[in-house]
C-alpha cells in the first residue's frame, strides 16, 4: 500500500523526490502478524509516534486509523500467520532535492509491506555468527540510536565489515567501547545463569528486547543492564540476539572464537519458549 492505495509488488512505486529517497528522511516501524493477530502493536506503535515526535514529523491520522491501514493490507492480501509488516513513513515530496524540511509539498508519503515470513528453524538450531565492526553506535546527541529512521548507512558499513569477514550480522560497540547492540538486532549473552544486555543508552529501542526483560522479571530470571565488553562476552556461556521477526536467535560464535558450547543452548532455548509463551498470551 502506498497512501491508501493498494499495489500489486511490481506496480509499487515512490517519487525520486521523496524525502526519504533524497536525504532518508523518515521513519518506519515492524509489526509481526501471528494467528490472525498483531503482537504488541500498542508497543510497535507508541515507539512510531515517539520516532515521530523526535524528528518533527506530524501525522495527519491517528494510530488507531493507521492499524486500520495496516489490517487492509493484511486482508487484502488473506493473511493469517507468519507475516512480517513494515510500515515507512516519510516526510513527502520534495519540490527540488533538499534537507529542507519547508520544501515539502506533500503529506507525509506512507508505504505498508506486509510479506510471508517464517524464520528457519533449521537456522534457529544452528545459530549465526557474528563480527565486531569498527562502526559504533553513535551518542544520542546527534543520531540517537533508539530511532527507527531510514538513515541506516552507518549500519550497513558494519554488516558489510561482518560479511566480508565471514560472519552472518555486525556486533556494534557503543562509544565508550562496551557492547551495544547488533546492526540489526539487540544483544545478549548470559553468564552464570544471568542475562546481560547493555544499558540501553545506545542501542535500538527494541520491542523484543522489552519483552525479553519482561520475561526475566515475570519468571524470576536475573537480567542485569549493564556495561560490559568484549573480555566478557567472549567468556560467556551462550550468547543470543533478537528481533521482532526472528524473536529469539543463538549466537555461536563471535570474532572467531567459539561462544559456549558453539550450540543452541538450554538457556537460550528456555528463555525463547518463556518469549513464545508471552506472544501466544498477547495474541488471544
Not at 525520486?16 to 515492524?30: K, N, Q, T
Amino acid at each position: 500500500m502506498i497512501n491508501d492505495t493498494l499495489y500489486d509488488r511490481k506496480d509499487a512505486k515512490i517519487s525520486v523526490f521523496d524525502s526519504g529517497y533524497l536525504v532518508g528522511d523518515g521513519i518506519w516501524e515492524a509489526f509481526r502478524l501471528h494467528k490472525g493477530s498483531l503482537a504488541f502493536a500498542d508497543m510497535h506503535l507508541n515507539r512510531l509516534w515517539s520516532a515521530a515526535a523526535s524528528v518533527g514529523m506530524k501525522f495527519p491520522f491517528s494510530k488507531k486509523e493507521l492499524l486500520e491501514k495496516v489490517w487492509r493490507v493484511i486482508e487484502a492480501n488473506h493473511m493469517e500467520d507468519h507475516v512480517h509488516v513494515r510500515v515507512m513513513i516519510t516526510r513527502g515530496i520534495k519540490k527540488t532535492p533538499s534537507q529542507d524540511p519547508r520544501l515539502t509539498i506533500s503529506g507525509p508519503n506512507v508505504v505498508i509491506i506486509a510479506e510471508h515470513k517464517k524464520a528457519s528453524q533449521h537456522s534457529k538450531e544452528k545459530g549465526i555468527t557474528l563480527f565486531t565492526s569498527t562502526i559504533r553506535r553513535g551518542s544520542p546527541d546527534y543520531l540517537d540510536p533508539r530511532l527507527n529512521c531510514h538513515s541506516k548507512l552507518h549500519e550497513v558499513q558494519a554488516l558489510i565489515q561482518a560479511i566480508e569477514a565471514g560472519a552472518d550480522e555486525a556486533l556494534m560497540l557503543d562509544i565508550n567501547g562496551f557492547v551495544s547492540t547488533c546492526n540489526a538486532t539487540n544483544f545478549f549473552i548470559i553468564r552464570d545463569n544471568a542475562i546481560w544486555t547493555s544499558t540501553g543508552e545506545y542501542c535500538m529501542n527494541g520491542i523484543t528486547r522489552q519483552n525479553v526483560i519482561r520475561v526475566c522479571k515475570k519468571h524470576g530470571i536475573v537480567c542485569k543492564q549493564k556495561n560490559f565488553s568484549l573480555f566478557d562476552v567472549y567468556s560467556a556461556d551462550e550468547a543470543f540476539v533478537t528481533g521482532t521477526f526472528g524473536g529469539l536467535t543463538p549466537v555461536t560464535k563471535i570474532d572467531g572464537r567459539i561462544i559456549g558450547q558453539g550450540k543452541y543452548g538450554d538457556f537460550t532455548k528456555k528463555l525463547s519458549g518463556l518469549y513464545e509463551q508471552l506472544i501466544e498470551e498477547e495474541c488471544t
